[in-house]
């Protein structure tokens, strides 16, 4: 196995791992410590946001004096360890303390992301970040299996073992890469390591940053109600059928993949044209209609890989190898921040307003990003590139 694809597969047990109790936090507070306040749960759920959001720019900051292999050898160790006592544990306070440092440690996985595309070239760049982005939907699908099996026909508490689980893996696939003789860990590939555009500027990744966040904060401002949406308008009484059209964005995902990987890639190019798509699925999303609202899934679902991709695809054009890591953490933690921020407000907005309003604000959200595209980065329309900057 190559070092890319055995990276690749570590980011897919940590991305399992980490979803295991992401769509069941009600449930195991219920079932784990009587607690039955959504908006306790909703806090502890912005708590994790907000520890990811520091936890990635502090191991991306770490990585520049240290290895990422060495980093994660003992994060995930500890993150496994922590995983532990949350399982024994029957303190609601102590939980609550160790489960968010569990959480500091194990977002150090997040550095193998940029860690993958610096021993990569430049050209597989396009096509390793879409497998990266669907890597992650998978990883949440089964995640999310694994998990609400778990709390089906175990109990809650259990999940936590088989989080322990994947840490420890990872912590051993981290020591074996390092031991082994067959990869080269510390080898740069990108051939732009000594010469390259005096980038990685904080204005370039404030103007990222802004833009992510935004696109963020849209995206997942219709994803915590959209179930209930459905079931408002469908006449099928299943959450079975209402997480499969939750769901559709994830496989087109997969298509997507498989046609970019057969067509010859634009790179960051198609921004604009992605997020024009995008806003014609929010619309249709937006009507209460069942075949509306499926045809609006399956284009919004090609819009946000495409649109989510073709930004990270940009960022890292316009960065170096050696920034890979820090530059990424900066934009990732705009785009948690915006994650956050929808997730405190998208119930007061549902409660006040009703289920279809985060549609149209999300539609806002996308205008907003296309309009301060074009102007942050000055994008041609005649030519669909980006003006050279100064």
């Known amino acids: 196995m190559k070092l890319k694809s055995f990276l690749i597969l570590m980011t897919f047990i940590a991305v399992v791992s980490d979803y295991l109790l992401h769509p069941f936090y009600p449930q195991f507070f219920e079932l784990r410590f009587g607690v039955t306040n959504p908006k306790l749960v909703g806090y502890y759920f912005a708590a994790i946001c907000f520890m990811v959001m520091i936890a990635f720019p502090f191991w991306a900051y770490v990585s520049k004096k240290v290895a990422e292999l060495k980093i994660l050898i003992y994060t995930q160790a500890i993150a496994g360890i922590l995983a532990l006592y949350c399982f024994q544990t029957s303190s609601y306070i102590s939980f609550w303390i160790v489960s968010l440092v569990m959480v500091l440690f194990k977002g150090s996985y997040l550095l193998v992301y ?160 992605a997020l024009l798509i995008g806003l014609i699925g929010l619309s249709l999303q937006g009507i209460p209609n069942e075949v509306a609202v499926v045809a609006g899934r399956i284009i919004y679902g090609w819009a946000i890989f495409q649109g989510v991709v073709k930004f990270d695809i940009l960022l890292f054009e316009m960065s170096t190898p050696e920034s890979y890591s820090v530059d990424y953490s900066k934009v990732h933690f705009f785009q948690n921040l915006g994650v956050l921020i929808a997730s405190l407000n998208v119930g007061i907005i549902v409660d006040q307003w009703g289920l279809i309003v985060p549609f ?31």
């Open 360 to 390: 149209y604000i999300a539609l806002i959200g996308f205008v907003l990003t296309i309009v301060l595209y074009a102007i942050l980065f000055k994008w041609n329309p005649f030519t669909k590139k980006l003006a050279k900057s100064n």
């Open 114 to 273: 940029p860690y993958i595309l610096k021993i990569i070239k430049k050209e597989e760049h396009a096509t390793t970040i879409g497998i990266l982005s669907v890597v992650v939907h998978l990883g949440g699908i089964l995640g999310a299996v694994l998990g609400g099996l778990t709390v089906d026909f175990i109990k809650p508490s259990s999940i936590f073992l088989i989080m322990a689980l994947g840490d420890f893996i990872q912590m051993g696939m981290s020591a074996y890469l390092l031991k082994s003789k067959k990869y080269e860990t510390a080898l740069i590939t990108s051939d732009e390591t000594a010469e390259k555009r005096p980038l990685s500027s904080n204005s370039f990744i404030l103007k990222i940053g802004l833009l992510t966040f935004i696109l963020y904060f849209s995206d997942f401002l219709i994803r915590p109600f959209f179930s209930r949406y459905w079931e408002s308008i469908s006449v099928f009484d299943s959450k079975f059928i209402s997480g499969t059209i939750y769901a559709i964005p994830g496989f087109v995902a997969l298509i997507a993949l498989y046609i970019n990987t057969k067509i010859k890639s634009e790179g960051y190019q198609g921004i604009i044209n």
